[in-house]
């Protein structure tokens, strides 16, 4: 079987209906969620399946349910894909989704990511409320160019690189008058920019204190070696080290995603076949930006 590796959504991949036909096939699937229905304390599977998309899209509910979303889509690829399942060499995931990889690889329990997880979209909330910001996606313009427009932009206030995405895909995050700001730059210089539907600007240092927040939390579970190689969001390499796995969970919060970092790595590796397990098929699209040819295969939630 070629060297496979196993892809997981981060928050933006959510929509409302998420979930119901691998809840219908595949029991074990069912199960995760009346699991996280005891440990969140709500009825998740009624939000995924009937919203409304205002709640599913808060960041303290739109976390847990795309980890849960995207761990049931694995249950049913387990069943279908054995193989695959089994002989995944190497896991990652798009920011969030970096939880869902660990659980998969036998870092954490899905008990326990899904308690982390929710702490972390409950700090994630609290700090993007408490300091008004956002998120832009940059269409066109390569990162080198995006990183000086970010600095021209500063004079508006607060802006830094945010996601590393793929070639012509970046994201800023930043205080409200400089996202405006940089999106006037972007305009005059031919680009295009879309503002993402999120809480706040993360992956910066608004989102402090939540990187407090979740280092508490962190630090109260056990964390194991991961049977096959996890790569982080931070350095785009592959660890295993329990430790260093956890602070680079917590730096993650306040750095950069570098996405098409990590993608060009696990191509290097030997990695010939990826699976996008979960919500939507972002993931794939990001990836074929990098390799065209590269086999992407959707196990979608």
């Not at 009825?43 to 998309?53: E, I, Y």
């Not at 060499?89 to 308690?115: N, P, W």
């Not at 500063?154 to 012509?168: H, I």
Request: hydrophobic fraction near 45%; charge should be negative.
């Amino acid at each position: 079987m070629p060297r496979t590796a196993f892809l997981f959504p981060g928050q933006g991949a959510q929509t409302v209906g998420m979930g119901r036909a691998i809840v219908e096939s595949t029991p074990a699937a069912k199960q995760l969620f009346s699991d996280a229905a005891t440990i969140l304390g709500y009825d998740l599977l009624d939000v995924c399946l009937n919203g409304p998309s205002e709640r599913l899209n808060a960041t303290d509910v739109s976390q847990p349910a795309i980890f849960v979303a995207s761990l049931a889509a694995l249950e049913t690829l387990r069943g279908t894909e054995p193989v695959a399942f089994d002989e995944c060499a190497a896991t990652a995931g798009l920011s969030l989704g970096e939880y869902s990889a660990l659980v998969f690889a036998g870092a954490m329990t899905f008990q326990d990511g899904l308690r982390v997880v929710q702490r972390r979209g409950q700090a994630m909330q609290a700090a993007a409320e408490a300091n008004p910001s956002g998120m832009i996606s940059i269409l066109g313009p390569e990162a080198a160019q995006i990183e000086e427009m970010v600095v021209e932009a500063r004079s508006a206030g607060k802006l830094e690189m945010a996601n590393y995405l793929c070639p012509g895909n970046t994201v800023v995050s930043g205080d409200l008058p400089a996202c405006a700001a940089i999106e006037k730059i972007v305009e005059i210089k031919g680009g295009r920019t879309i503002r993402l539907a999120v809480a706040g600007a993360f992956h910066t240092d608004l989102m402090r204190p939540a990187d407090e927040k979740l280092a508490e939390i962190l630090h109260s579970i056990e964390l194991k070696t991961p049977r096959i190689p996890v790569w982080s969001n931070v350095d785009a390499r592959s660890h295993t080290d329990p430790t260093e796995i956890k602070n680079l969970l917590i730096r993650q919060v306040l750095q950069p995603v570098r996405w098409e970092e990590t993608m060009r790595n696990l191509l290097a590796d030997g990695v010939e076949r990826f699976y996008e397990i979960g919500p939507g098929r972002v993931l794939a699209g990001l990836l074929k930006r990098v390799n065209r040819k590269i086999d992407c295969r959707n196990c979608t939630a």
